[in-house]
């Protein structure tokens, strides 16, 4: 499985490239748990120190050696589910659920307020902000391609989409409304919507559900896939990458960022501890282990997609960091032992924003949302 061997590369790499006093690196020749598909390239690449560096730094004209991109995979259009592909109808009616503003205790804030999807699915804060203005405790990540990862949130608490959309709605810091039966009360208070839940569940007796909603805004969730160049390249277009990307993605495989960055998010597959090799620098969340209490997840969070990575910051699960040059030099540190110089840094961002895509337009504009009846309920400021 793709977290294991992650875990596993990363390790290898880690223990490679740091000084010989990282802890865990001293048993070399006993990478105790999981098998690894890609064994020992990227670990010895990255073992060759400056050397490799160099090479890489003279790559700029080089072909990326194909079988080094299987760790990669191209974007699918849709996410699919485990229980099928979503219907029309089902995207129509999450798409409208996702702007909706009436879904929030003061009718001010929708999903689109937080991850705006003309801009990137971010809202380009460090931490966001709900009702009443309250200041959220992490940074809000895109939505696009998220459905791909092996969880959500940065500590993988909730299992999919679905079950995500469920959360914001009912938060007291982010949309607020008091209950899920009073989410269903705004929704049957407009008919349009009604229909379009009983278009979108056909056969059930009572389709407006906030369950039903979950589902609804996870099947439009699962449609924002985001691909771009970086799929043609790896579909096997040479000519999709400039010389200066190759070069950049020479430099991210040879550093080994793809360790855990990454599949078809370049990321979203594992949990990975921040400050993996040296410690980060006050470090206040605890990250995944929020959600398991097992000490061994203290400080690791969800791996990021680089995914339109240009497009989103500012950086990390706190968004402390502006700009991704930074972000890419901090990486480089604290996950793998390697102080990057400027240009190296250049290179790595370069290939980066070749990782911009785009979800088809009719999916992120906005949608007609039906008018609110004489039994709507008012908007709620306190
Ligand atoms: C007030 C701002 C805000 C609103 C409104 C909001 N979100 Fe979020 N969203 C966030 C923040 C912050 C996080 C990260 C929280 C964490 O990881 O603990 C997040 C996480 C997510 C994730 C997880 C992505 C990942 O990579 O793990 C998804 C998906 C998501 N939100 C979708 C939605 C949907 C759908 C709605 C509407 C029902 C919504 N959000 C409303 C701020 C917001
Ligand atoms: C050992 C695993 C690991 C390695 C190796 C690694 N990363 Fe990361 N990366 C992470 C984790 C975990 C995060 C999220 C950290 C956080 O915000 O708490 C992250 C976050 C990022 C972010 C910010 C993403 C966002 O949405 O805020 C960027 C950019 C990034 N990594 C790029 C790189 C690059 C470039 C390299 C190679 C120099 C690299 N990473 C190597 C695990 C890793």
Redesign the pocket.
Known sequence: MRPNRSLHL?AL??CSTALATTPGCAKKDAPATAQTAQPAEPSAKAGEGGKAEKASADQAKAVVDRARLAIFAPLAGEVTAATGPATPAQVALGQMLYFEKRLSKNQDLSCNSCHMLDRGGVDGSARSSGHKGQLGGR?A?TVFNAAAHLAQF?DGRAKDVEEQAKGPILNPIEMAMPSAEAVVAVLVSMPEYVAAFQAAFPGQADPVTYDNLGKAIGAFERQLTTPGRWDAYLKGDDKALTDEEKAGLAL?LD???M???NGAALGGGSY?K?G?VKPWPNLKDN?RYDATKDEADKFK?K??S?RN?AQ?GP???DGSVQT?EE??KL??TH??GRDLDDAKVKS?VTW?KALNGEAPKELTAQPALPPSSATTPKADPT
């Open positions: 990363a790499i880690a940074n990540p940065w991210f550093t080994g960022c360790a855990c960055h990975q921040l993996a990250g969070f791996v990021p680089l990575i989103t950086y990390f699960h991704l972000a890419v990486m480089a996950q793998l790595l980066l």
